[in-house]
C-alpha cells in the first residue's frame, strides 16, 4: 500500500531521475520530453510546492521495497485544481499509477476541493484509461488535449 510522502529538500535528487529519465517523461514528447531540474532549482521550486496553499506535492512510497516510485500533484489554476502524477517508467504496470491517483484524489476531499482536472494528450492511451477508471469524466477534446474533470 503506497503513502504519501513530503520529501525533505534534499530529497529532490527523486524528482530530478522523474524528470530527466527519457523513458518516463515520454509522454511528455509533446513539449520536449524530459526536464531539466537542477540542484540550483531546488530551494525556489520546494518553497513554492511545498509550502504553498496553491500547490500540493508529494512522493508516492512504496514501504514493501522501501523506495520512492512516482509524484503525485496539484496546482490551482484560476478557479481549478490540476492534477499531476508520474509514476517512473520501470515502476509503470504495478497499479502503482491507480492508487496513487486514488490517494491524491482522497488528499484533495480532505482539502476541501470539490473537483479536479487535467489535460492529457491524446495519444497518451494509458494516462487516459487511468483517469477514466479513476471516475475522471471528459468534459473537451481537441486534437491535441482531452481535459478530464471529476467530482469529488
Known amino acids: 500500500m503506497l503513502k504519501l510522502y513530503k520529501p525533505k529538500i534534499e530529497e529532490l535528487y527523486f524528482r530530478q531521475q522523474l524528470l530527466e529519465d527519457e523513458e518516463t517523461m515520454s509522454y511528455n514528447h509533446a513539449y520536449g520530453g524530459t526536464i531539466e531540474f537542477k ?19 508529494r512522493y508516492l512510497y512504496d514501504p514493501k521495497f522501501a523506495r520512492f516510485v512516482g509524484e503525485v500533484a496539484l496546482r490551482r489554476d484560476n478557479d481549478r485544481f490540476i492534477t499531476n502524477i508520474i509514476i517512473m517508467a520501470k515502476y509503470r504496470h504495478h497499479g502503482y499509477g491507480a492508487e496513487g491517483l486514488n490517494l491524491l484524489c482522497q488528499k484533495a476531499k480532505e482539502m476541501g476541493i470539490e473537483e479536479l482536472y487535467d489535460d492529457i494528450a491524446v495519444d497518451n492511451g494509458a494516462a487516459l484509461k487511468l ?11 481537441d486534437h491535441q488535449m482531452v481535459l478530464m474533470q471529476k467530482k469529488l
Open 39 to 57: 540542484q540550483d532549482k531546488w530551494q525556489s521550486w520546494y518553497a513554492r510546492w511545498l509550502d504553498d496553499v496553491d500547490h500540493f506535492y
Open 131 to 141: 483517469f477514466f477508471q479513476q471516475g475522471f469524466k471528459v468534459i473537451a477534446k
